[in-house]
């Protein structure tokens, strides 16, 4: 079972930066985390649950676009942590941010379904004042 789990998380100011870091603290019976496909998303008081960014095995990344020139992921895998520098945050982009694994491989792609993510953290709040 691989668990994961978030930090960073906090109060900052619209403009701000904050940067979330997902650490798996178990690997079950992956040998590191090089193995999985990280995704990060997040979930507002009222709404469903959305995909912020992905990052393959190799490094590849994807993010949805009212992210994309704010938001960085990356990982490092000799430490099992994924990490989202976001910066220009907005009030919009408050929410509690999950970090997820997926098994699924799709080579140099990273975008999958939710239910792709078979792990998941258990969150990190997020809020920006206006």
């Known amino acids: 079972q691989v668990q994961l789990t978030e930090s960073g998380g906090g109060l900052v100011q619209t403009g701000g930066s904050l940067r979330l870091s997902c650490a798996a603290t178990?690997?079950?019976?992956?040998?590191?985390?090089?193995?999985?496909?990280m995704g990060w998303f997040r979930q507002a008081p009222g709404k469903e649950r959305e995909e912020v960014s992905c990052?393959?095995?190799?490094?590849?990344?994807d993010y949805v676009d009212f992210v994309k020139g704010r938001f960085i992921v990356s990982r490092d895998n000799a430490a099992n942590t994924v990490y989202l520098q976001m910066n220009s945050l907005k009030p919009e982009d408050a929410a509690i941010y999950y970090c997820?694994?997926?098994?699924?491989?799709?080579?140099?792609?990273?975008?999958?379904?939710?239910?792709?993510?078979?792990?998941w953290g258990q969150g990190t709040q997020v809020t920006v004042s206006s």
């Open positions: 997820a694994a997926s098994p699924v491989d799709l080579g140099r792609r990273c975008r999958q379904p939710l239910s792709s993510f078979d792990y």
């Open positions: 178990e690997l079950g019976g992956y040998y590191d985390m090089n193995e999985l496909t």
């Open positions: 990052i393959t095995t190799s490094g590849n990344t």
